[in-house]
């Protein structure tokens, strides 16, 4: 019963402790904690084009938005005023 | 019930049904060429040593590719011209040009492949082929299937033009706007892969 409780509280004391430095824990899948180096470089470069590539048509999607808005809005008024 | 804007634009768009389709079509291919060419990034920049393009592909093929596809581009343009003035006859013929001019691509495409086989240079020898025969080989099949509707526009869908002229056109217009991108897509390709 004793012996239980012991390895309860050795458990909690384990977790609190990653909880604190979490650092310890989390190894990067990719690189397994190796932070420098060419892998790691090119990773940063592959997330950099795709962010950059979905930034593009992100953008475009709200440039067409923001035309067909503006359009509309003059269609209104060219309506209202022909009226 | 008549579906709208199949022939006309419309008023707050500016854009016919087929066009807006063509559109986000294309950019979910910027999407899908987009997430290759970070997947290349990724292993190029990744690698210790990654080779120079110009020495392990054909620069002088890829450059008569180069110089056929941009024709195909203004072939295409000619054929969209053609179709807006009336003419039928002659805007099937810049189609049919325009086929032949990818054909020729793919052939000459064909021809640098059979080269890299005969050298035993499959995609299973590096990742530098790996992702070349990645990228080019997708590219080649959008130009298989540009070449697949610009036959049948130039074939038996021209039947159209006799019951509305303005809707072939606009299928016509519709395929060019794919084909521009195809050809951006290897001047895009031309440069990271070979002339780096």
């Known amino acids: 019963m004793i012996g239980g409780m012991r390895e309860t509280w050795r458990r909690a004391a384990a ?23 060419p892998m790691r470089d090119g990773l ?21 938005i923001v035309t067909i ?9 060219a309506a209202q005023e022909h009226a | 019930m008549e579906i709208p804007y199949t022939v006309s634009a419309r008023p707050d768009t500016g854009l016919y049904n087929a066009r807006l389709g063509i559109w986000l079509f294309l ?9 290759l060419l970070s997947g290349y990034v990724l292993l190029r920049t990744g690698a210790l040593q990654w080779p120079h393009g110009w020495a392990r592909l054909s620069v002088p093929l890829a450059t ?11 072939t295409m ?46 995609p299973s020898r590096d990742n530098f082929f790996a992702t070349y025969y990645t990228l080019t080989g997708l590219h080649a099949v959008h130009v298989a299937g540009g070449i697949l509707v610009m036959t049948y526009l130039a074939g ?41």
Not at chain 1, 21 to 35: E, Y
């Open chain 1, 44 to 64: 940063n470069a592959g997330i950099l084009v795709l962010l950059a590539v979905t930034a593009a048509v992100l953008a475009g999607f709200a440039a067409g």
């Open chain 2, 27 to 35: 950019a979910s291919e910027v999407m899908l060429f987009g997430g």
């Open chain 2, 156 to 196: 038996p869908g021209a039947g159209l033009w006799s019951r509305a002229p303005e809707r072939y056109t606009h299928r016509v217009e519709t395929a060019a706007l794919y084909w521009y991108f195809v050809d951006l897509v290897w001047i895009v390709l031309f440069p990271v892969l070979y002339l780096s």
């Open chain 1, 15 to 37: 977790a609190a402790a990653l909880a604190a430095w979490p650092a310890a824990a989390l190894a990067c899948p990719v690189c397994f904690g190796g932070a420098e180096g």
């Open chain 2, 77 to 122: 343009a000619m054929a969209v011209a053609a179709l807006r003035r009336k003419n039928l006859a002659r805007g099937r013929a810049c189609v049919l040009a325009t086929i032949g001019l990818a054909a020729t691509f793919m052939i000459v495409k064909l021809l640098e492949y059979r080269e890299h086989f005969g050298a035993g240079e499959l």
């Open chain 2, 64 to 74: 008569v590719n180069t110089i056929v596809l941009i024709s195909s581009s203004v």
């Open chain 1, 69 to 77: 808005v503006r359009r509309a809005r003059l269609q209104a008024i």
